[in-house]
């Protein structure tokens, strides 16, 4: 028999676990439109991390270890530009599913036995192997293409699929445009892909970046300085020196952090907007 009082927290942890598997149970049933939310996907995530620490408070090891793989495979969905398909689905419903029979087990039971748990765990692992593998399929190749002229440096970060089809692609639509490829590498097991192209000068950056998503890239941001030094310099090292505007923390199209060596910044506005408000902001 528990203690009186450890039976009370466990009914607490009881209590708000169920709160959060509905949650999360009504997000995996909706997914696609799910991932497109972001308020949506951040309640999964959130419901999900809340399950994670109540577990580790309490010791129960399976529920916490389950938890935290939905809660990074959700991270996944928000992060990059994945096509929800309904393989995907019903992977993460199974993990779903494991992660809701060991809630079950502790409240018929106030409590998880090391057998029980094991049981349940030797499901999840083929699940977990399947859907990493899955997951390597369908994230997109993470991309970085600096762009030179004469008089500009212009950086597009974004993503594309068929890395070596979007090459070829980029490298044709670059030779339209009087350019050539002058870069071209690989990195992380072909999930980050650099490239480097020079152009003739006065290449308009409408241009550019046309060639650049026409070739099939999504682009999320797009950088432009004078600052011909850091062409010596390799990626990871890459700086901006855009000041960020203060109207811009705190929108979803702002980013204020280095990906990859790179100081992400808004597409729309790239110095930020001209007046001190911001049409096009939308909060994180």
């Known amino acids: 028999m528990l203690p009186e009082q450890l039976q009370r927290i466990i009914g607490y942890f009881l209590e708000e676990a169920t709160e959060h598997i509905q949650i999360i149970e009504q997000g995996l049933q909706g997914l696609p439109n799910t991932v497109q939310a972001p308020q949506r996907i951040h309640h999964l995530i959130r419901a999900s991390h809340s399950i994670k620490g109540g577990a580790a408070m309490l010791g129960f090891s399976s529920i916490q270890r389950i938890a935290h793989r939905l809660e990074d495979y959700l991270k996944l969905l928000r992060e990059c530009p994945i096509a929800i398909d ?84 980029l490298t044709s639509r670059v030779g339209l445009l009087g350019g050539n490829v002058t870069r071209h590498e690989y990195e992380g097991d072909g999930m980050r892909l650099y490239i480097d192209i020079y152009l003739p000068p006065y290449t308009r950056i409408e241009n550019i970046r046309q060639a650049v998503e026409l070739s099939g890239a999504i682009i999320g941001t797009v950088q432009t300085q004078r600052d011909f030094s850091l062409l010596a310099v390799d990626y990871p090292v890459y700086q901006s020196a855009i000041e960020p505007p203060a109207i811009c923390i705190g929108c979803r199209y702002y980013y204020g952090r280095s990906d990859g060596g790179h100081l992400l910044n808004c597409t729309i506005h790239p110095r930020g907007p001209e007046d001190e408000d911001c049409r096009d902001r939308e909060p994180e």
């Not at 995907?88 to 494991?98: G, H, K, R």
């Not at 762009?147 to 089809?165: M, N």
């Open 86 to 169: 309904s393989r995907l689905q019903s992977l993460l419903t199974q993990v779903f599913d494991i992660l809701a029979a060991l809630i079950s087990k502790v409240s018929k039971g106030f409590g998880l036995n090391h057998e029980d748990a094991n049981q349940i765990l030797s499901l999840a692992e083929p699940v977990f192997d399947e859907l990493d593998a899955y997951l390597r399929v369908l994230i997109p190749t993470r991309l970085s293409v600096r762009a030179v002229t004469d008089e500009h440096i212009h950086l597009f970060s974004g993503y594309c699929t068929l890395a070596g089809e979007f090459s070829s692609a």
